[in-house]
């Protein structure tokens, strides 16, 4: 029986390399089929492992408020873009108060607005960022130059502003800063802060933020009420889910929720892990989606097996004939084209998999050379997922084709000219 494989595949590949070309065409569908399936797979578990890094780097003891109810696993309304009123800045007070949530550290709320900086004939357009004096406590970070405004002049409409150290170079370039008057819309405020250089933490950039007083950007600016958000760190990650819960109690008292199972929340509260875990389920279904759409190649590329090997028994007909003359049975007869197209298929999808492993580490070596945290992961699944699959498209495609051959009648294809 051994012999008898050995023998069946080296027909298959003398078959093959009869003629080069038209073995690597059909083998093309397969290989690119299977390498769209291992880049995707990788880029995806690399694109996922940024996002993840980037979330993990804010701490796993913050906890996140948002206007809007989100149910139990799905993102706030608010993150969809909608607009929600119900947060405000005494809830975030509120928050802070030690007897309300005994285990936080530290609370800032926030409320953003686009916003054109001023200076001389110097512009710079950004968000300008209204928050609290808890603000370094919570996303850390370090003033460079200057000071943070204080808890009064938060509370007492002060026109201050704290400057990123990319809008400072690009709004006074080397000249001092600290002191000056920019225009924003109608109004002057006082540069009291240049914070130090931070780059990108969790897809924000902490160089271009324009911080100042809550109220000031709500009531001058803005010309809103509510705040966008709360941010929230807790003194240890043992204490996330407890932390969360008072939160929540604390939230309903003040909005007069009485229903305790979060169904009737105008407000969505999530700690980093439990974002993590969303995101990665998110994630990972966009990447298996992704995958399959391009295994669909691989449908393409068995229709190709499927003609080429027609075309081959119509080809061999005569030494189909003279096999089953000498002794060959139809079983011989489909097991030998079955296995051709079978070994077409595998050839292609070990090319597809070296091809797509080569493509997903370049991706690699430039998302990192471009400064992002890219892991190169190619994992056991998708490659034997690719395998396995290019093996069932050449059995179930190259079956119709083995089966023509295999009910040839010998005197008919001896015949066949």
């Given amino acids: 029986m051994f012999d008898y494989y050995r023998q069946a595949i080296r027909i298959s590949f003398v078959a093959l390399l009869a003629n080069k070309t038209r073995s690597f065409l059909t083998m093309l569908g397969i290989i690119i089929g299977v390498g769209a399936v291992i880049v995707i797979m990788a880029v995806g578990a690399g694109a996922q492992s940024l996002i993840l890094a980037q979330i993990q780097s804010l701490g796993s003891n913050l906890v996140g408020v948002l206007p809007g109810n989100s149910g139990e696993d799905g993102p706030p309304t608010s993150a969809m873009g909608i607009v929600i009123t119900t947060l405000t800045y005494d809830d975030a007070m509120a928050l802070k108060l030690k007897k309300n949530v005994p285990n936080l550290e530290e609370v800032a709320a926030y409320s953003s607005a686009a ?105 001058l600016i803005a010309g809103v009420h509510h705040i966008g958000m709360i941010r929230a760190k807790v003194d240890s990650p043992d204490n996330v889910d407890r932390a969360i819960e008072d939160i929540k109690i604390t939230l309903r008292e003040r909005h007069d929720i009485t229903n305790q199972s979060g169904a009737d929340d105008d407000f969505t509260a999530r700690s980093a892990a439990q974002a993590l875990d969303m995101i990665t389920v998110i994630t990972d279904a966009l990447k298996y989606f992704l995958a399959a759409m391009a295994a669909l190649s691989l449908l393409v590329g068995g229709i190709g097996i499927m003609n080429i090997m027609l075309v081959s028994v119509t080809e061999r007909t005569r030494e189909i004939g003279l096999r089953k003359a000498v002794g060959a049975n139809n079983g011989n007869i489909m097991s030998q084209f079955l296995l051709e197209a079978i070994t077409v298929t595998l050839f292609g999808g070990v090319i597809g998999i070296v091809c797509g492993i080569i493509i997903s580490f370049v991706i690699s070596v430039v998302a990192n050379y471009l400064g992002y945290n890219w892991s190169f992961v190619v994992s056991f699944l998708s490659v034997f997922l690719a395998v396995g699959v290019s093996a069932i498209v050449g059995l179930v495609f190259g079956l119709y084709p083995a089966q023509k051959a295999s009910r040839l009648e010998p005197v008919e294809a001896l015949r066949y000219e």
Avoid at 117 to 144: A, I, K, M
Avoid at 175 to 203: D, L
């Fill in 115 to 219: 916003a054109t900086l001023e200076w001389g004939s110097n512009s710079f357009e950004g968000t300008l960022t209204g928050t609290t004096d808890g603000y370094l406590g919570v996303e850390g970070g370090e003033v460079e130059s200057g000071r943070f405004f204080t808890k009064d002049e938060e509370r007492n409409l002060s026109k201050v502003v704290v400057l990123g150290s990319e809008v400072k170079r690009d709004l006074f370039g080397d000249s001092e800063a600290i002191g000056q008057r920019i225009k924003i819309k109608k109004h002057y405020f006082e540069v009291i802060g240049i914070m130090k250089e931070r780059g990108t933490v969790a897809f924000q950039d902490y160089d271009d933020k324009i911080l100042a007083p809550i109220i000031t950007v709500q009531k």
